[in-house]
């Protein structure tokens, strides 16, 4: 069995009703991938997440948690009032996330101390509440780790999702304990950066995360679903000259260990 260790089955662009979620999910099963660590987004993503466990208990792993998107288009009031709502949430969940940092224009605009704030406040949560945090970090990497250094990193660690920077980033966040969880990008021939990352860190913190339906490989045609980590693991595998196999097997040994799963 392999795990997707990052993706969004409740986004509202797909999976829109009962019979499209078992066709996706009878696709990946054909692949042996049997598990789904969702990506937290805001409270009407929680609640879909949980429609989802409750249809199919054994495939679903529920993570909640504030998005720097969400905080970013929200003032401080809401954002406020959810965080007391995730408070009250996070306890049925596997993970906190997405939390994190976006310091992109176009997503930060005025929202810089606001995004520092709430991710502080997760950090807090997690450490509450005993959960791992899926972090979402974009061009502030050097904030994030230092936010994290002042706060102190949940004894659970965590993964830093849809990573694609180099490895001097990837070894800063290692050396906190987080993994690596890697995606679509790292198939692309530009990406020279990221390919040399996964050819230098540790395998036993690498994860793979297919963020379906964002971030397919490339060439991929359609919407991105859990069935491409396999081309994920090709990559990998081909980077690291070794089976596709053994690279799912990894990734799911280190997820499981990361999650303390049988």
Request: with cysteine; glycine share 6%; aromatic share 10%.
């Amino acid at each position: 069995m392999y795990i997707d260790s990052h993706c969004h089955w409740s986004d509202p662009r797909w999976n829109k009703t009962p019979e499209e979620i078992q066709n996706n999910l009878s696709a990946a099963e054909a692949q042996n991938i049997h598990f789904f660590l969702q990506g937290g987004v805001d409270p009407v993503d929680w609640s879909k997440q949980k429609k989802l466990k409750k249809m199919f208990p054994q495939n679903f792993g529920l993570s909640f948690g504030l998005h720097p998107y969400f905080v970013a288009a929200h003032d401080d009031s809401e954002c406020e009032i959810t965080l007391d709502l995730l408070a009250k949430e996070l306890p049925q969940a596997m993970a906190l996330g997405e939390t994190g940092l976006d310091f992109r224009p176009h997503i930060m605009k005025d929202s810089m101390v606001r995004q520092i704030d709430a991710f502080e406040n997760q950090i807090e949560l997690a450490k509450a509440f005993k959960k791992p945090m899926v972090l979402h970090i974009v061009q502030a990497h050097d904030k994030a780790l230092q936010i994290l250094d002042i706060w102190g990193v949940p004894p659970e660690k965590g993964l830093v999702h849809a990573f694609s920077g180099g490895f001097e980033t990837a070894k800063e966040y290692m050396d906190r304990g987080f993994l690596i969880s890697v995606g679509g990008a790292v198939t692309f021939s530009k990406n020279r950066k990221l390919q040399d990352c996964i050819e230098k860190i540790p395998m036993d913190y690498l994860l793979l995360e297919s963020d379906s339906p964002d971030q397919a490989p490339e060439g991929w045609i359609g919407p991105n679903n859990s069935t491409s980590i396999r081309v994920i693991a090709e990559k990998i595998a081909q980077l690291r000259r070794m089976s596709v196999l053994e690279v799912l097997e990894i990734s799911t040994s280190n997820f499981k260990r990361l999650f303390r799963m049988p």
